[in-house]
């Protein structure tokens, strides 16, 4: 049973910079993927960065690119998700996801059955 804990969300200014952990337990595949994915309000879900931690390969949201950086510490089965740059439309709560299965389109919210609890960015 896979289970994310995500941390450091918080309230940010406007080109200020945040970083995102997620923790993942309950797994035994070696290659895997890690999203985080964000729902800002009035709005549908966004896949900003994912990671396959089998190869390390990413893919990046266009709203993101050259300000946002996924990685991964696969001794301590971490995710991290640095925001740099920061805008006030970047404001959402922020969920890790995790799929062990190949994936289509790592950027697809519906391709991921594990789901973090979510911890808020904002940006004023």
């Known amino acids: 049973h896979v289970q994310l804990v995500e941390s450091g969300g918080g309230s940010v200014k406007a080109g200020g910079s945040v970083r995102l952990s997620c923790v993942a337990s309950?797994?035994?595949?070696?290659?895997?993927?890690v999203a985080w994915i964000r729902q800002a309000a009035g709005k549908g879900r966004e896949g900003v960065a994912s990671?396959?931690?089998?190869?390390?390969?990413?893919c990046y949201a266009d709203s993101v690119k050259g300000r946002f950086a996924i990685w991964q510490d696969s001794a301590d089965y971490t995710g991290y998700l640095q925001m740099n740059n920061l805008k006030p439309e970047d404001t959402a709560p922020y969920y890790c996801?995790?799929?062990?299965?190949?994936?289509?389109?790592?950027?697809?919210?519906?391709?991921?059955?594990?789901w973090g609890q979510g911890t808020q960015v904002t940006v004023s």
């Open positions: 990671i396959y931690t089998g190869t390390d390969r990413t």
């Open positions: 309950g797994f035994t595949e070696s290659g895997n993927y």
């Open positions: 996801a995790f799929q062990v299965n190949y994936l289509t389109d790592p950027l697809s919210a519906n391709e991921y059955a594990f």
